[in-house]
């Protein structure tokens, strides 16, 4: 078996040219309601999108697009498929076959967080030790990936790539990064890329401090 950390990766916009370009469609598509296009210059979008957030006019950023490549577990990328405006592709235990080389012959699983005893740690390792076992058997006696599957728990590490417009992406951080009540493990994954976000575009994305 093999534990591996969760991590983000932005697959889009991945430049500053990037980013530019979706400000500026927001901006070309917001002006089109007060037919101002005339006023659009080389910076003006940086006021435009200011004005637009401050009066609530959520409706234009959906113009602005994110593309996400997470690595995490099973078991926080059911709470993420449920935010029904976005777009998914995930790692699918029905066709990936980790008794095959191409995976080592072996199932990655990401630690929940807090298990920082050695009893705790230890028989969250055998667990999935055990559960790998009898994954791998099955497969041995002739079950397909989507038949052993069954056995693997939630901590399973997986890979999703989740697209999303900017205001769904506040949406999701406000109630997977600031708010102190989602499962702390969907925090540590999501505030990092929350705080990368409101770094680059604070006009859109600065929600506060995570609680
Ligand atoms: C702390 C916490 C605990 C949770 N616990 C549970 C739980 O115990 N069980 C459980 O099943 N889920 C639970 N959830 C998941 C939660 O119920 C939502 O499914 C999830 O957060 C997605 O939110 P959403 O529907 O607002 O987002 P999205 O599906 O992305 O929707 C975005 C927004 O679009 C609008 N919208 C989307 N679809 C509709 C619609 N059909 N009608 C009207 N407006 C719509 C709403 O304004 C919505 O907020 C929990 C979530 C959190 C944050």
Sequence with gaps: MKIVEQSHMIL???????????????ELAGRTA????????????IAFIK????????AVI??????????????ITHELVRYRLCSFVQESTRYCNYGSGKFGNEVA???PSGLDDLLRKGEWIQSC????????KLLEIGCTPQQARAVLPNCTKTEI??????????????LRAVSKDAHPDMRLLMIPLYEEVRAICPQI?????PE
């Design 205 to 209: 994305f600065d929600l506060g401090d």
């Design 161 to 174: 790539v989740v697209k999303a417009n900017f205001r769904e992406w506040r949406h999701v951080f406000e």
């Design 129 to 136: 030790r055990d559960s790998e076992d009898q994954y791998l």
């Design 51 to 58: 004005g637009i957030v401050s009066r609530n006019h959520l």
């Design 62 to 75: 959906e113009f602005g697009n994110i593309v996400v490549h997470f690595v995490t577990d099973r078991g």
């Design 109 to 111: 699983f990401v630690m």
């Design 34 to 45: 007060y037919k101002s296009e005339n006023k659009i210059s080389a910076e003006s979008h």
């Design 12 to 26: 889009y916009p991945c430049t500053e040219d990037d980013w530019e370009t979706e400000y500026k469609l927001i």
